[in-house]
């Protein structure tokens, strides 16, 4: 059973371009979480989506920031405009459709914004 | 609203000593989880450990045990007989378990604390 796999690994972006960011959460899992980290800094929680629906966008930033989880395919978190202050870590998180489970994490996407 | 407070950023130690990772949070919820995860220098997250709150026996795994006092809102973490290989930033995290009708919900987490384990 594959963990939960995110795509690309590094990400480099000029400045108002547009970054993607993708996550293909674990087999079986409904639920897809994603959170920031910022240099030296904890995670921060930004979305949290569920097939075709976003349940809790909280933490995601008014503007240039979406995240979209279709009923097929991978969940993409998409930037447009990006600056440098965007440059950081997301990870993506899936679940399953049960309580006590914790979430399993992707490997991250590094973006780096010049 | 929930907090965590990782008030350690950074600890070095040489190989062997045991050490301690301090962890505080605050939630008004009556049933949560806490976490520990471990970011290697590689960059991923490690799940170490999830405890719900109405568990407060200690546990043990191998080199690494989690001391959780409910009653000082603290979920500690020592290492023992600390390796090189433990380098990594640590972090504390809490969910709550009531949100969303007890579905699973977004982690909290601390700011992490950066362990350095010297030769």
């Known amino acids: 059973n594959a963990g939960v796999m995110q795509n690309p690994r590094h990400l480099v972006r000029r400045r108002g371009q547009e970054a993607r960011l993708r996550c293909s959460p674990m087999k079986g899992h409904s639920h897809v979480y994603w959170y920031r980290q910022l240099p030296e800094e904890g995670l921060k929680f930004m979305v949290y989506l569920q097939k075709e629906n976003i349940i809790d966008e909280s933490g995601m930033p008014k503007e240039r920031f979406s995240a979209e989880f279709p009923k097929e395919g991978p969940s993409i978190l998409r930037i447009q405009q990006v600056v440098r202050g965007d440059s950081a870590a997301y990870f993506c998180?899936?679940?399953?459709?049960?309580?006590?489970?914790?979430?399993?994490f992707g490997q991250g996407t590094r973006l780096t914004v010049v | 609203a929930q907090k965590v407070t990782q008030a350690q950023t950074e600890i070095s130690v040489v190989e062997k000593e045991d050490v301690t990772l301090d962890c505080v949070y605050e939630t008004r919820d009556t049933t949560y989880y806490l976490f520990w995860y471990k970011q290697p220098p590689s960059g991923e997250l490690v799940f170490l450990i999830r405890r719900n709150s109405f568990d407060e026996q200690n546990e043990i795994s191998g080199r690494y045990s989690w001391n959780f006092q409910k009653s000082t809102s603290s979920f500690n973490f020592t290492i023992t007989a600390s390796q090189v290989v433990d380098s990594a930033v640590y972090f504390c995290?809490?969910?709550?378990?009531?949100?969303?009708?007890?579905?699973?919900?977004?982690?909290?987490f601390g700011k992490g604390i950066t362990l350095s384990v010297r030769p």
């Open positions: 995290a809490l969910r709550d378990d009531l949100a969303l009708g007890g579905a699973n919900s977004k982690l909290t």
């Open positions: 998180a899936s679940s399953p459709w049960t309580g006590n489970t914790e979430a399993f």
